[in-house]
T-cell receptor, first 112, second 111 residues
Framework: ETGVTQSPTHLIKTRGQQVTLRCSSQ?????VSWYQQALGQGPQFIFQ???????GRGNFPPRFSGLQFPNYSSELNVNALELDDSALYLC???????????FGPGTRLLVL | EDQVTQSPEALRLQEGESSSLNCSYT??????LFWYRQDPGKGPEFLFT???AGEEKEKERLKATLTKKESFLHITAPKPEDSATYLC????????????FGKGTMLLVSP
């Protein structure tokens, strides 16, 4: 059984740039959720994708957007990067929208 | 608004010294309470799900319990490899299953 994988592991960008983060869900899982974790804080929900549609969104601006593909993998896109976007971005997959969420290793984003 | 508060923020134990971590929550219609372990710079690792008051689950030196207002993670005779941040999260309501997390308890177990 393959776990959740994310790429890249680390990324450095400058303010105003755009970034795309990728996530492959665990084998058999059809739902992907994205979280942002600032240093010393718990993860905060960004949005969830189920059957290629956004199925819920947290308190994040529209410059945070996403996609889910037919193979259930997902992308998180962030436009017009700000310094406060520096964080660990976590992807979690689950079987159905109510299933236990299993997390990937995360992508560490630094915005300078 | 769903809220999760974890205490203490940090805990230092000697190897073999048992203790408990607390997770207090307010949520409308609890669907599940989750415990995760997170090592520095890594993603959270799933430990337990609890669904109703009175439920208990165990795994090695860890035991999680749930009441209507809080959950405890009991650590019995901890070892240095138990050092990590322990996160508590609630899943509430219907529809999409967002997790609302606490800030975590950072546990350090010294040999």
């Amino acid at each position: 059984e393959t776990g959740v994988t994310q790429s890249p592991t680390h990324l450095i960008k400058t303010r105003g740039q755009q970034v795309t983060l990728r996530c492959s869900s665990q084998s058999g899982h059809n739902t992907v959720s994205w979280y942002q974790q600032a240093l010393g804080q718990g993860p905060q929900f960004i949005f969830q994708y189920y059957r290629e549609e956004e199925n819920g969104r947290g308190n994040f601006p529209p410059r945070f957007s996403g996609l889910q593909f037919p193979n259930y993998s997902s992308e998180l896109n962030v436009n017009a990067l700000e310094l406060d976007d520096s964080a660990l971005y976590l992807c979690a997959s689950s079987l159905g929208t109510g299933g236990t969420q299993y997390f990937g290793p995360g992508t560490r984003l630094l915005v300078l | 608004e769903d809220q999760v508060t974890q205490s203490p923020e940090a805990l230092r134990l000697q190897e073999g010294e048992s203790s408990s971590l607390n997770c207090s929550y307010t949520v409308s219609g609890l669907r599940g309470l989750f415990w995760y372990r997170q090592d520095p710079g890594k993603g959270p690792e799933f430990l337990f799900t609890l669904y109703s008051a009175g439920e208990e689950k165990e795994k090695e030196r860890l035991k999680a319990t749930l009441t209507k207002k809080e959950s405890f993670l009991h650590i019995t005779a901890p070892k240095p490899e138990d050092s990590a941040t322990y996160l508590c999260a609630v899943q509430a309501g219907s529809g999409y299953s967002t997790l609302t997390f606490g800030k975590g308890t950072m546990l350090l177990v010294s040999p």
